[in-house]
């Protein structure tokens, strides 16, 4: 059974930092290529960051240079370290695994608040 299951989001002052986590299971996780997205209220889910099997990395325009993401193959997992953390990075942060198949974690809220 696949499973994604994100982690450590949650409420942090605009300039601050967080490190979400994604635990994977179930598939063959260093063949896939792994991804963070988002969703604000309203919005429509964006790219956040993805990093590749063979470990290349794009972000979005809005984060560069900001967050970075990384994996860990022997521990099946994805991070994504989020440093300034703006009002706007407010959302639902969700990981993703795709290579023949795209699984979807079931998200972690990500609120940026003073």
């Known amino acids: 059974q696949v499973q994604l299951v994100e982690s450590g989001g949650g409420l942090v002052q605009p300039g601050g930092s967080l490190r979400l986590s994604c635990a994977a299971s179930?598939?063959?996780?260093?063949?896939?290529?792994m991804g963070w997205y988002r969703q604000a209220p309203g919005k429509q889910r964006e790219l956040v960051a993805v990093?590749?099997?063979?470990?290349?990395?794009n972000y979005g325009d809005s984060v560069k240079g900001r967050f970075t993401i990384s994996r860990d193959n022997a521990k099946l997992t994805v991070y994504l370290q989020m440093n300034s953390l703006k009002p706007e990075d407010t959302a639902v942060y969700y990981c993703?695994?795709?290579?023949?198949?795209?699984?979807w974690g079931q998200g972690t809220q990500v609120t940026v608040s003073s």
């Open positions: 993703n695994a795709n290579s023949y198949q795209s699984y």
């Open positions: 179930g598939f063959s996780f260093s063949f896939y290529n």
């Open positions: 990093i590749t099997s063979s470990g290349s990395r």
